[in-house]
């Protein structure tokens, strides 16, 4: 309410705290010190609040923040910004996640973090300017994974949300720059190492509840590299936390829909985890690699068909950023479901040498060119997940189409340095060769034991005949 002070002296005596005599035209003490005399018999409205405790309580109730950003910090969530909103689909980062559109204001709050986007920020200019140099960009990834071990050691810090954000960035870091050394992936290659770590970190966060629900957008997306990782880490177990992660994360903010309404169950996270635990033991799961690859077989060609009704929106002429987008989500999501069903139908040839499985995976290694030819305008990062069906086919089935299939993924591969995907392809025709070789072996078994068997049952008859023939005598 406006409360109205008694004081009407002029604004000399008033900003001295003087009693001022109010004479006119001027007071006193300003005629004796030669002042300019103005305001006397002015009125003053001072305005306060009627309820002073509710107003304290207001005040107390408003935080501020918890430390001002300093001008470098400024500089890294502004670059971080400008390279979130780059008008260049290929170079979109969500793509690695849509928590990272939240990233910004994280800045300065995680010293590990920090270190982790700078990193993040500075790998971006030489993967989107390939003549710019990677000095700056190395010294501040290896900074970022000094900053993060430190950060390690501290129990209070080790398993937070912060880290795993930290973890996941330098990974990302590590494919842009090539600074694993070798360019080795799979089990063993640091890459895969950031990964194990991930999925220990969220094992542990699951099973203790140790996570803000404001961080379920990043837990998702580490959930989601965690399981696909497994499918060809041996060092990654999905045991009964998963089952635990997946009632708390397995529900996607946004997930694919077909054309009319309705989800892709072969591409939840959940059917991508049970399958990593079929193909472990294959002999075990045999009948449900079986139903996995149906339901595969029985939902590509919907998601083909709503993949091509969004691929030719995005490439309309005025299309949004968010057809775009989806044009590449739908690209990516193609990506994954070849890849399944490479992995199931190369399992299910091991076991079964029905003529059709040859033609399925042959039109799995057509379509996987198709699309990697498709998508290379999303490339570098929008595009990446179209080398996995590529890898997957040259490993699936050599011979066919070897050529082009070699020749797309030499292509994808100059994309991201710190990657080999002919690495890959070794690797993962070594784990389908190790099933060819254990059911030959069950075979020879068998078939000794048979020779075993019928060897065995002549003597035997030959042996009660003549005991038959001796016992008549």
Request: proline share 4%; with cysteine.
């Amino acid at each position: 309410m406006a409360g109205v002070p008694k004081a009407q002296g002029c604004d000399a005596c008033r900003k001295q705290k003087k009693k001022c005599d109010q004479a006119k035209p001027a007071c006193a003490r300003c005629t004796r010190l030669k002042l300019q005399c103005t305001g006397i018999g002015v009125k003053r409205f001072l305005f306060k609040s009627e309820n002073t405790q509710a107003a304290k309580k207001h005040i107390k109730a408003v935080a501020g923040p918890s430390s001002a950003l300093s001008n470098d910090k400024t500089l890294v969530a502004g670059n971080l910004v400008h390279i979130l909103e780059y008008d260049n689909p290929g170079y979109d980062i969500s793509t690695y996640g849509w928590f990272v559109k939240d990233l910004p204001r994280h800045v300065g709050s995680s010293k590990p973090l920090d270190a982790a986007i700078t990193a993040f920020v500075a790998g971006f200019g030489p993967l989107k300017d390939r003549s710019a140099s990677k000095v700056d960009a190395l010294d501040k990834y290896v900074f970022a994974l000094r900053v993060l071990r430190e950060s390690m050691q501290d129990p209070k810090q080790a398993f937070s949300a912060a880290n795993m954000c930290s973890i996941y960035l330098i990974s990302i870091c590590q494919e842009w720059l090539g600074s694993g050394g070798s360019g080795v992936t799979g089990p063993g290659s640091v890459n895969s190492k950031h990964h194990e770590v991930l999925a220990y970190l969220l094992q542990n966060a699951i099973r203790k509840s140790q996570f803000d629900p404001s961080d379920k957008p990043l837990m998702q997306t580490i959930f989601s590299i965690v399981v696909l990782e497994s499918f060809t880490n041996p060092n990654i177990q999905l045991g009964p936390w998963f089952w635990q992660a997946l009632s708390v994360l397995g529900d996607a903010a946004r997930p694919l829909k077909s054309g009319n309404g309705t989800s892709f169950a072969s591409l939840n996270i959940g059917t991508m985890g049970e399958m990593s635990c079929f193909i472990r033991d294959p002999d075990r799961y045999l009948y449900q690699i079986q139903c996995t690859y149906a339901l595969i077989q029985t939902e590509h060609p919907r998601l083909i068909r709503a993949a091509e009704e969004a691929v030719a929106k995005a490439k309309a002429p005025g299309s949004t950023f968010l057809q775009r987008r989806m044009g590449m989500r739908f690209h990516t999501a193609i990506a994954v479901i070849l890849s399944m069903a490479a992995i199931l139908n190369r399992i299910l040839r091991s076991y079964d040498g029905d003529p059709v499985l040859i033609a399925d995976a042959k039109s799995y290694v057509d379509e996987s060119i198709a699309l990697g030819r498709a998508a290379s305008y999303n490339r570098p990062i929008a595009a990446s997940a179209v080398a996995s069906p590529l890898a997957l086919s040259l490993a699936a089935l050599e011979d066919y189409r070897r050529e082009e299939v070699e020749e797309l993924l030499v292509e994808y591969q100059t994309d991201f340095p710190g990657l080999n995907y002919f690495s890959d392809v070794k690797m993962i025709r070594r784990g389908f060769d190790d099933i060819d070789k254990n059911n030959q072996r069950k075979v020879r078994l068998l078939l000794s034991n048979e020779e075993g068997f019928d060897s065995g049952s002549g003597e035997n008859d030959i042996d009660t005949e003549i005991g038959l023939g001796c016992t008549i005598l």
